[in-house]
């Protein structure tokens, strides 16, 4: 079974940046691909950014604001979120699958268990 550990999140004012980092422990991570996903108040669970291998996808919404990077030497993945906006307010999740790069929540085999992560304007 893999856990999964987030950290990294916090407040900071708009146009900041903020790095979450996902730790993960258990002999099936390094060969997962990890996405990155958010959940707002009153909203859905949305996709961020994944990583495989040298694979990455990104949201349209952070695209050219957020980079996702993996240190397998760490088993650890990054998402690093520069020019941040108050829109990017919500709890941060990381997710594994031994399934591919997807933005397909359901896809997603274990989760870690958020931080979270507020931009003030």
């Known amino acids: 079974q893999v856990q999964l550990v987030e950290s990294g999140g916090g407040l900071v004012q708009a146009g900041g940046s903020l790095r979450l980092s996902c730790a993960g422990a258990g002999r099936t991570f390094s060969s997962a691909a990890v996405g990155w996903f958010r959940q707002a108040p009153g909203k859905d669970r949305e996709f961020v950014a994944a990583?495989?291998?040298?694979?990455?996808s990104y949201a349209d919404s952070v695209k050219g604001r957020f980079t996702i990077s993996r240190d397998s030497a760490q088993n650890t993945v990054y998402l690093q979120m520069d020019r941040l906006k108050p829109e990017d307010t919500a709890v941060y999740y990381c997710a594994g699958t031994q399934k591919g790069v997807t933005s397909a929540a359901d896809w997603y085999d274990y989760w870690g268990q958020g931080t979270q992560v507020t931009v003030s304007s």
């Open positions: 990583i495989a291998w040298i694979r990455t």
